[in-house]
């Protein structure tokens, strides 16, 4: 027996796609909430990642003049063709996972409620272009937000915040309840800000061997890293990189991680 339609595929005759992720907001409150905190200004290059039934995309087209918008399901595009114009806005449909953000331009600013089942791969995909890119508000899972802040030492750190924190610097904004949500997900949300860091705020590292120590360091939790990362270092290599070998990567810093991957280099 199908589910019963809720009220607002029932008012708008779309009924949200699993295969896309599909969870549309429908609080008006966080709506206003986000969209102030993008603060779009008429000529700055706003894109909306999935603007879906365009919950957010009204509000920010209506401050910014146009908007771009990158849309995988068609129906939904369609029913972007038929509202805006292309003064208005500029659709690219397709995969945001496979767009070049680069092409839209200088001091780009990201804007999306993104699908859950691939917010971490277009976090990543987002910072192979994090120089063209001046800021990005994104609306994920709360437990992958708290990831990608954890500091140093915090259970919730990652490969995520290590790789994150090293090109932006991140700012919680909102939480967001499973009621605000149509359908509602199972897990509460939260609204989070990326500010890319420059360049010389990094630490300079070779940024392959850097990845490659960060991805083996996570990739047993529990581990220590005399262990995790054994096939890149010996223990000798760890203590001259400053890092205890006892430590599990979640203990350790930017810097650790920069100084472990400069003993590969």
């Known amino acids: ?50 603007p879906g039934l365009g919950a957010l995309t009204q509000p920010l087209l209506e401050r910014a003049g146009h908007l771009h918008v990158v849309e995988l399901d068609r129906d939904l595009i369609a029913r972007l063709e038929k509202k805006y114009t292309r003064e208005q806005m500029t659709i690219h449909a397709g995969d945001a996972l496979a767009f070049d953000f680069s092409t839209l331009g200088p001091e780009l600013r990201v804007v999306g409620n993104l699908p859950y089942n691939i917010s971490t791969p277009i976090l990543f995909h987002l910072l192979d272009k994090v120089e063209a890119i001046r800021d990005i508000h994104v609306m994920l899972q709360k437990e992958v937000v708290d990831r990608m802040v ?8 990652s490969r995520l915040s290590v790789m994150l924190q090293r090109y932006c610097y991140l700012e919680p904004l909102l939480d967001v309840p499973p009621e605000s949500f149509d359908p509602a997900p199972k897990v509460n949300s939260a609204v989070v800000r990326m500010i890319p860091r420059p360049v010389a705020d990094r630490l300079p590292v070779d940024e392959t061997a850097l990845r490659n120590v960060v991805n083996a360091a996570f990739s047993q939790r529990r581990k220590m890293v005399r262990n995790t990362l054994k096939p890149l270092l010996t223990s000798e290599q760890i203590e001259a990189a400053g890092v205890d070998p006892t430590e599990r990567a979640e203990q350790l810093s930017e810097a650790d991680f920069v100084a472990l991957a400069m003993q590969l280099t």
């Open 1 to 50: 027996m199908s589910r019963p339609l809720s009220k607002l595929a029932q008012e708008t005759g779309h009924k949200a796609r699993k295969r896309f992720g599909q969870n549309f907001l429908i609080d008006q409150g966080i709506i206003h909430g986000i969209v102030d905190a993008v603060n779009p200004r008429p000529g700055e290059q706003v894109v909306e990642i999935g």
């Open 150 to 157: 954890a500091p140093p030492g915090h259970s919730d750190r």
